[in-house]
């Protein structure tokens, strides 16, 4: 059974998140919304539908990416997405499966 991360959102192995250091005591529970991926606002939307397909409940939480703005333009904004801990290893899948190709063509410069 792993602990959970309440600052990251995150399900954790050992007792300390690799994210933020802090100490957890607090075991995940089905129900706890887990950090999946962060994606760019032109592929969220595309990703929100496949989510909506699979019946997988999601939370959507904007973020400006001001670090990227110099390489990629302004106004680029990406979004969070945040869903529950049993239907993690599912729609990470479905993420996998949506952006490995767009990926490896990134990787390739
Ligand atoms: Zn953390």
Redesign the pocket.
């Known amino acids: 059974m792993s602990l959970y ?4 959102c ?1 399900p ?1 192995d050992g007792e300390r ?6 100490k ?1 005591d607090r075991q995940v529970a089905s129900d706890d919304l887990c950090f999946l991926t962060e994606k760019e606002q032109i592929w969220s939307g595309m990703l929100a539908d496949v989510l909506k397909q699979r019946n997988i409940p999601f939370v959507q939480k904007n973020v400006l990416g001001a670090g990227l703005a110099t390489k990629t333009g302004p106004m680029l904004e990406s979004v969070r997405f945040y869903v529950f801990y049993k239907q993690l290893s599912e729609a990470k899948a479905i993420v996998d499966e949506l952006f490995s190709s767009l990926n490896e063509e990134e990787n390739e410069d």
């Open positions: 991360c309440n600052t990251c995150l954790i998140c690799p994210v933020c250091g802090r957890s």
